[in-house]
């Protein structure tokens, strides 16, 4: 694959590379793992030796340097197929981790993580939320004090996607808690460094295999090196990085709605009431045909954003918009689509019940939809 744009075709082929290792590899599995509430460490070996991981990094990091396109369509066929917990962890890994590391990185850092971070040995986190500071991070308490050359890390995080398995996690921590926004810098924390320490894999309502975690910090010794970015300017990193990371959660949004929809035509064409497939019913011919239209136009609004993207030019407004209306989306989708398998559709054992409860964490995480509406309106009336 090179950096040019990309060849129809050679999406087409990388789409049905992706899928062929999630049958081969994911679906046999996918069950258990659910169950079991995390993914096996195996797997992320065999996610990078397959190439799915940090696709578009450049080669001399490890990556195919593929366009955006190749790295999207991971996310969409995984959260097409209901794979949802394994598209937040490499979407988190991939596309939020990895492109930190690539643009705030000095060199040294991106040859010591990258590599392997693309062949799957080391799985990146992004410590940010604490137990009194979700929404409102300028109230995080973790502190970095300055140590010899290098600082000192104590505090907690809470809710951290990969925390189980993670070699490095980027953390947020005040290093100067009088400066207020200006007093946040972000961390490159090794997971082997004395004073780390993972806590309890939380149990939740959905996307049981994505592991989530409290994290512990008591007086973690950081090295000068460790700072990623700018003394100072965690809170403008984040800001930039937000567009990308907004974007990632309405493709799989707007895929995973497209996989609730697939499974429910199935579903509605075979199933038989009063005689009839539930199909040929007004009302869930209607039905489909509402939640066909919401997905479509949603669809077209993503497009219109990646491309804004692709060109550098999604803004903060834009990306809350679109991480707003696309989950928004997706929780009316799946509700409605569940809603025409009956009472089969709140059995576990059938996979839009999946979809359900997968979905809702969509308006929560990556910047919750209060604060997205927040955002949205401060770009038209101002704070
Ligand atoms: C499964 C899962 C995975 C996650 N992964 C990560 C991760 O990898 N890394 C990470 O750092 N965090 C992660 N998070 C944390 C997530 O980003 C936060 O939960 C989210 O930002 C909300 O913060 P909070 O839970 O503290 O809620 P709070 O901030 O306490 O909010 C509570 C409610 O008040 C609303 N609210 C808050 N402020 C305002 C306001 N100004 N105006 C209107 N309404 C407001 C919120 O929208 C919400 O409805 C994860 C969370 C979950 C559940």
Not at 95 to 109: M, W
């Amino acid at each position: 694959m090179t950096a040019a744009q990309p060849i129809e075709a050679e999406l087409t082929a990388w789409r049905d590379t992706v899928r062929r290792f999630l049958a081969d590899e994911v679906a046999p599995h996918y069950e258990k793992w659910e169950k079991a509430g995390i993914l096996p460490r195996e797997l992320y070996l065999k996610l990078g030796a397959a190439g799915l991981l940090c696709v578009d990094a450049p080669d001399e990091y490890g990556g195919s340097g593929a366009p955006l396109e190749f790295a999207f369509a991971i996310h969409e066929e995984s959260a097409r197929l209901g794979y949802m917990s394994l598209c937040s962890n490499m979407m988190m890994h991939s596309d939020i981790v990895a492109p930190y590391i690539l643009h705030l990185g000095s060199e040294a850092q991106r040859r010591k993580y990258l590599p392997r971070m693309a062949s799957g040995e080391c799985f990146g986190a992004l410590a940010m939320t604490e137990p009194g500071a979700g929404s409102d991070l300028q109230a995080i308490r973790t502190t970095a004090t300055p140590d010899g050359d290098g600082w000192r890390l104590n505090g907690s995080k809470i809710f951290i996607t990969n925390g189980q398995h993670c070699g490095v996690v980027i953390v947020a921590a005040k290093t100067d808690p009088k400066a207020g926004a200006r007093g946040t810098s972000l961390f490159l924390v090794d997971a082997d460094l004395p004073g780390f320490k993972r806590g309890r894999n939380l149990d939740k309502i959905g996307m049981h295999a994505a592991d989530t975690s409290e994290l512990f910090f008591d007086n973690v010794p950081l090295a000068p090196d460790s700072l990623l970015g700018r003394t100072g300017g965690g809170f403008g990193h984040l800001i930039d990085e937000l567009p990308r990371e907004r974007l990632m959660l309405a493709v799989a949004a707007v895929a995973h709605a497209e996989g609730a929809l697939e499974r429910t035509v199935e579903y509605v064409t075979t199933r038989k009431a009063f005689g009839a497939p539930v199909a040929s019913f007004q009302n869930t011919r209607f039905e489909l045909a509402k939640i066909k239209t919401d997905i479509e136009i949603h669809r077209a609004y993503y497009e219109k954003c990646r491309a804004l993207y692709a060109q550098g030019k999604l803004g903060v407004t834009e990306a809350a918009i679109i991480k707003l209306a696309t989950s928004e989306m997706e929780g009316r989708v799946v509700d409605a689509c569940l809603q025409l398998f009956g009472g089969y559709g709140y059995m576990s054992e059938y996979p839009i019940s999946r979809y359900w409860t997968d979905a809702r964490i969509q308006r929560i995480y990556g910047g919750s939809n209060e604060i997205m509406k927040e955002v949205i309106a401060r770009s038209l009336v101002g704070r």
